[in-house]
């Protein structure tokens, strides 16, 4: 595996990759890896040549208070992991390379990110598109591949991805979980074991909204009254959203049907997790 930790050199490896016939398949994280991030590989080895893996915490897309200053970073066990599993190229820029200024231009996100995630993270989406299309530009892949847990993120870079004609095929991963059915997270290492007890709920009860959807019923409202009965005035567990959404447009729906997607957001203790299913 190939270290490369500047703009300059990315791109022109990439360019030099590309001239060569070589088919890049990119995959972004925050690092912090764990088996979820590694299937997103597992899938890029499959669908190209060579596979890029950057590692980059994004100071734009956390807003004051969040966890910027305290997301994990564990640069040395994620390099080990990702070229075990087969990483080509692992781009660890530094926050000046990337942003060497503010970035005066910033991308809008439009109506896709101002519900959920966008209204509970304000400018959220704004960071993460910028830094994604910069990080496109950098590696010039042929597919990037994102996992299912960030839904509405990966329906916002598809969508400007067709928007603005980036050459590139966007490839979503389904969602990898635990044992018991919590979806695999870099701020999972946050939770106590009574908080991961409390953050299981979350998952239960997406999956009794697919389990009612499955039996028949169609109705939203009632579906996502199934869910909130379970969370609702749990100790230490806070409810943030839950809701069933076109997958595409993240727009409630009235009516469900196959494709639409079950969407919900918790804060067990103090760490702030997310989660969906698809019908």
Known sequence: MKSIDTIQTMTSTALKARMNG?????VPTMGALHEGHLTLVDEARRRGDLVVMSIFVNALQFGPGEDYDHYPRTLDDDAKMAKDRGVDILFTPSHEEVYGSPPVVTLNPGALGKEWEGAARPH???GVLTVVAKLLHVVQPNVGVFGQKDLQQAAIVRAMVRDLNFPVEIVLCPIVREADGLAMSSRNRYLSPKEREIALL?????????????KGERRASALEAIGWRMLERVPGLTPRYLAAVNAVNFQRVNMVSPGDAAIGAIKAGATRLIDNILF
């Open 202 to 214: 979350l998952s239960k009860a997406l999956f009794a909204l697919r389990h009612a959807f499955a």
């Open 124 to 126: 959220h989406f704004e």
């Open 22 to 26: 070589e088919r890049i398949v990119f």
